[in-house]
């Protein structure tokens, strides 16, 4: 019998925090594919980049932190956070807005980013 | 009138077709996800700041804190409100219509 192959997984988050329930169970999933040894990477695209945005104070209207969860992927060994340099743009955000350092790319290489995975999950 | 939208749009052509709808002296409350509209230098904000000699745009407070967007954050010229603020408008204005 073989063993469990290793795969490469990304996750598009493309909602923001608080308003759903997408980035929460996105998360969920996330941590349990990273939990059994997969690689995975995160790709932040329109309003998921403010998921990462510094300051939420969630608490204000009753709602779950969301942020910490990204400072605890290098536990989980998730290396790769990926953010659209257009999405923060548009949304008046730069570097100094994120609660961790992340890699930006460009619009126009997002095609070849997610070619290169095994399994793409969205939410 | 009081208008409310709940949900963010970033791309120029939404944002337009929102502020057209709104009348001339009409007020605009951004709830929940729609308070990322406000944050000063997104594209948003910049379309709204245009609208601002015909429309008054009011913003709930806890819905920024919640989502990291200090006061210092906030484009000029929008109303900073709290509940019981938000109660208000909707007693001082006979129509309201929420956006979806």
């Known amino acids: 019998m073989t063993g469990p192959t290793k795969k490469k997984f990304l996750f598009v988050m493309q909602e923001a925090p608080h308003g759903s329930c997408y980035a929460q169970e996105a998360l969920d999933l996330l941590l349990t594919t990273a939990a059994f040894g997969q690689e995975v990477s995160v790709l932040l695209l329109d309003d998921g980049v403010f998921l990462i945005k510094k300051g939420q104070q969630p608490d204000r209207i009753d709602s779950k932190e969301i942020a910490p969860v990204f400072l605890s992927f290098e536990i989980y060994d998730v290396r790769r956070v990926i953010v659209e340099q257009e999405s923060l743009h548009e949304r008046g955000l730069d570097q100094k807005d994120l609660l961790l350092p992340v890699e930006t790319i460009p619009r126009c290489r997002i095609g070849a980013l997610i070619a290169c995975h095994d399994r793409v999950v969205n939410s | 009138m009081l208008h409310i939208m709940n949900h963010a749009a970033f791309d120029s052509a939404p944002v337009d077709r929102l502020l ?65 603020g938000f109660v208000d408008l909707a007693v001082d204005n006979a129509v309201i219509h929420s956006w979806i």
Do not use: Q, W
Not at chain 2, 39 to 56: F, H, I, P
């Open chain 2, 20 to 84: 057209s709808r709104i009348g001339e002296g009409h007020t605009l409350m951004l709830i929940e996800n729609g308070v990322y509209m406000v944050k000063r230098g997104s594209v948003a904000a910049e379309r709204l700041e245009r609208s601002l000699s015909d429309l008054t745009v009011c913003v709930l407070a806890p819905d920024l804190a919640a989502r990291g967007i200090t006061a210092a954050e906030v484009m000029a010229r929008v109303t900073v409100v709290d509940f019981g």
